[in-house]
Protein backbone atom coordinates (compact mmCIF):
# COMPACT_ATOMS: atom_id res chain seq x y z
CA UNK A 1 0.00 0.00 0.00
CA UNK A 2 1.77 3.61 -1.12
CA UNK A 3 0.76 5.78 1.88
CA UNK A 4 1.73 9.57 2.14
CA UNK A 5 0.97 12.49 4.08
CA UNK A 6 0.56 14.66 1.01
CA UNK A 7 -2.48 15.11 -0.88
CA UNK A 8 -0.64 13.32 -4.45
CA UNK A 9 1.57 10.81 -5.20
CA UNK A 10 4.49 12.45 -7.08
CA UNK A 11 5.05 10.06 -10.27
CA UNK A 12 1.59 8.90 -10.02
CA UNK A 13 -1.58 9.03 -11.53
CA UNK A 14 -5.09 8.64 -9.32
CA UNK A 15 -7.24 7.26 -10.89
CA UNK A 16 -10.41 7.11 -8.30
CA UNK A 17 -11.13 8.72 -4.96
CA UNK A 18 -12.64 6.33 -2.81
CA UNK A 19 -13.11 8.21 0.20
CA UNK A 20 -12.06 8.27 3.82
CA UNK A 21 -10.71 5.41 5.50
CA UNK A 22 -9.61 5.61 8.54
CA UNK A 23 -8.70 2.97 11.85
CA UNK A 24 -8.21 3.46 15.81
CA UNK A 25 -7.28 1.92 19.44
CA UNK A 26 -7.53 3.01 22.55
CA UNK A 27 -4.72 2.20 25.01
CA UNK A 28 -4.70 2.41 28.42
CA UNK A 29 -1.35 3.40 30.69
CA UNK A 30 0.07 0.31 32.49
CA UNK A 31 0.21 1.06 36.18
CA UNK A 32 3.80 0.03 36.71
CA UNK A 33 4.72 2.04 33.73
CA UNK A 34 2.82 5.20 35.09
CA UNK A 35 5.18 4.87 38.88
CA UNK A 36 7.97 4.84 36.96
CA UNK A 37 7.01 7.62 34.80
CA UNK A 38 6.08 9.23 37.73
CA UNK A 39 9.88 9.15 39.15
CA UNK A 40 11.64 10.17 35.81
CA UNK A 41 9.34 13.17 35.79
CA UNK A 42 11.46 13.85 38.77
CA UNK A 43 14.47 13.53 37.39
CA UNK A 44 14.24 14.35 33.89
CA UNK A 45 14.73 12.31 30.52
CA UNK A 46 12.58 9.99 27.97
CA UNK A 47 10.12 7.76 29.06
CA UNK A 48 10.65 4.66 27.08
CA UNK A 49 7.41 2.96 28.27
CA UNK A 50 5.14 5.54 26.78
CA UNK A 51 6.92 6.01 23.73
CA UNK A 52 6.93 2.37 23.28
CA UNK A 53 3.24 2.62 23.87
CA UNK A 54 2.50 5.52 21.51
CA UNK A 55 4.32 3.68 18.56
CA UNK A 56 2.85 0.53 18.87
CA UNK A 57 -0.37 2.43 18.90
CA UNK A 58 0.48 3.93 16.09
CA UNK A 59 1.58 1.13 14.09
CA UNK A 60 -2.08 -0.76 15.14
CA UNK A 61 -3.99 1.91 14.21
CA UNK A 62 -2.62 2.38 10.35
CA UNK A 63 -2.61 -1.25 9.99
CA UNK A 64 -6.71 -1.06 10.74
CA UNK A 65 -6.88 2.20 8.34
CA UNK A 66 -4.87 0.05 5.60
CA UNK A 67 -7.24 -3.05 6.21
CA UNK A 68 -9.92 -0.56 5.66
CA UNK A 69 -8.66 0.54 2.76
CA UNK A 70 -7.69 -2.67 1.17
CA UNK A 71 -11.70 -3.58 1.61
CA UNK A 72 -12.72 -0.75 -1.02
CA UNK A 73 -10.21 -1.59 -3.52
CA UNK A 74 -7.79 0.94 -2.17
CA UNK A 75 -4.03 0.74 -4.15
CA UNK A 76 -2.80 4.30 -2.13
CA UNK A 77 -3.89 6.51 0.52
CA UNK A 78 -3.32 9.79 0.86
CA UNK A 79 -3.18 12.89 3.02
CA UNK A 80 -2.78 10.69 6.53
CA UNK A 81 -3.10 12.23 9.85
CA UNK A 82 -2.94 11.23 13.12
CA UNK A 83 -4.95 12.61 16.05
CA UNK A 84 -4.98 11.73 19.72
CA UNK A 85 -7.30 12.07 22.42
CA UNK A 86 -7.78 11.02 25.96
CA UNK A 87 -10.55 9.21 26.45
CA UNK A 88 -10.67 8.11 30.14
CA UNK A 89 -8.62 8.86 33.01
CA UNK A 90 -5.24 6.85 31.92
CA UNK A 91 -6.25 6.24 28.21
CA UNK A 92 -5.77 7.77 24.91
CA UNK A 93 -7.13 7.62 21.84
CA UNK A 94 -4.57 7.29 18.61
CA UNK A 95 -6.60 7.80 15.62
CA UNK A 96 -5.20 7.79 12.18
CA UNK A 97 -7.23 9.10 8.65
CA UNK A 98 -6.51 9.66 4.98
CA UNK A 99 -7.94 9.35 1.46
CA UNK A 100 -8.16 5.93 -0.04
CA UNK A 101 -7.53 6.19 -3.79
CA UNK A 102 -6.74 4.03 -7.40
CA UNK A 103 -3.26 4.99 -8.71
Given at each position: MLMTNIDYLPNQ???????LVAG?????????KDILAGFK????????????????????ATNRMIEEAQKIGATAIINIRFATSSV???????????????V
Open positions: TITEHLGSTVRAKHVGNIVGGELKGYTELLNEAREEAQGASEIYVYGTAVK
